[in-house]
Nanobody, 124 residues
Framework: QVQLVESGGGLVQAGGSLRLSCAAS????????MGWFRQGPGKEREFVAA????????DYADSVKGRFTISRDNVKNTVYLQMSGLKPEDTAVYYC?????????????????WGQGTQVTVSS
């Protein structure tokens, strides 16, 4: 069992930055791929970024490449999403997700555990 708790969301102006954190409980965090997904108003949930269990591989949606950075700290059992150059279209609820063990990425259909989500609102 893995429990995920996101924090760091909020209201920011376009061009600003935020760092999301996802604190995980459970003994399997360090062996799991982790990811961030988001769901905007009236939209489907979509992939944002993922990081492999070792932390050496990362994957990003085209819409956030060059602006967002995913990282993890396996000692602190935490995964981060550093977001910069934020745009109004980044407004969404952001969800942390735990994927399979010993994997290098996470896809929407292979998420084992979800966090409760944190709201990010970008004003123009």
């Amino acid at each position: 069992q893995v429990q995920l708790v996101e924090s760091g969301g909020g209201l920011v102006q376009a061009g600003g930055s935020l760092r999301l954190s996802c604190a995980a409980s459970g003994r399997t965090f360090s062996s799991r791929a982790m990811g961030w997904f988001r769901q905007g108003p009236g939209k489907e949930r979509e992939f944002v970024a993922a990081i492999g269990w070792r932390g050496s591989s990362t994957d990003y949606a085209d819409s956030v490449k060059g602006r967002f950075t995913i990282s993890r700290d396996n000692v602190k059992n935490t995964v981060y999403l550093q977001m910069s150059g934020l745009k109004p279209e980044d407004t969404a609820v952001y969800y942390c997700a735990a994927g399979g063990s010993y994997r290098t990425t996470v896809s929407l259909d292979l998420v084992d555990y979800w966090g409760q989500g944190t709201q990010v609102t970008v004003s123009s």
